[in-house]
């Protein structure tokens, strides 16, 4: 018997999509969803809106990559997927609610616009620039001309890295404000179709 509660709703994406990797290496996806219940006013005869609502979406593999690809602060959506409720005390003493979804489909409301689906060719096995790709995005390995500061080489010279645990959660050497590539290994990842 399955107990976990089906959800269905259509409304809007309310904050920026957010992309990112679990540790085995499987694309999530985290946002904001809002939808507003419309009724009509008995006095006046007119559609009047409710309060809004709010719940975060989480999704994984392959919804992830594709509402990554796709989606938009503030597009209208269609979505389905599980919801849970839970309870939290802050740190003030105060409770509090948390409605969380794990989207199992999400779409476009094509009610309110339109939209181009392209079909995802099928996975025919991952070739080997796809796994270079994948490695060095994932931080795994460097390509001939990434930026390394000195400190860094250094450590990893030593054998004290200490971001080696963190499964990769930085890519050694590369400060966060900037780019994984120059201008040379850019080239490289993308000569190939």
């Not at 939808?35 to 309060?51: H, L």
């Not at 989207?103 to 689906?117: E, T």
């Not at 645990?165 to 993308?190: I, Y």
Request: glycine letters at 8%; one cysteine or more.
């Amino acid at each position: 018997m399955n107990n976990q509660a089906a959800f269905c709703v259509n409304g809007y994406v309310a904050t920026p999509p957010s992309a990112d990797f679990t540790r085995n290496g499987t694309p999530t996806l985290r946002m904001r969803i809002g939808w507003t219940p419309r009724r009509i006013d008995k006095k006046t005869g007119d559609w009047t809106d409710d309060e809004t609502s709010f719940a975060t979406v989480r999704c994984y593999s392959t919804v992830a990559r594709n509402a990554a690809a796709c989606l938009h602060k503030g597009d209208p959506i269609l979505l389905k997927g599980t919801i849970k409720i839970r309870e939290y005390v802050n740190q003030a003493g105060v409770r509090g609610h948390v409605v969380e979804i794990t989207a199992d489909s999400i779409g476009h409301d094509l009610s309110r616009g339109v939209s181009l689906f392209t079909k995802v060719p099928a996975n025919l096995g991952q070739t080997a620039l796809d796994r270079l790709r994948e490695d060095v995005a994932a931080g795994r390995i460097r390509l001939p001309g990434d930026r390394v500061d000195a400190e860094s080489a250094q450590t990893e010279a030593d054998g004290d890295d200490e971001s080696a645990d963190d499964e990769g959660a930085e890519v050694p050497g590369v400060p966060e404000d900037e780019e994984l590539f120059d201008d040379e290994a850019s080239k490289v990842l993308t000569a190939v179709p």
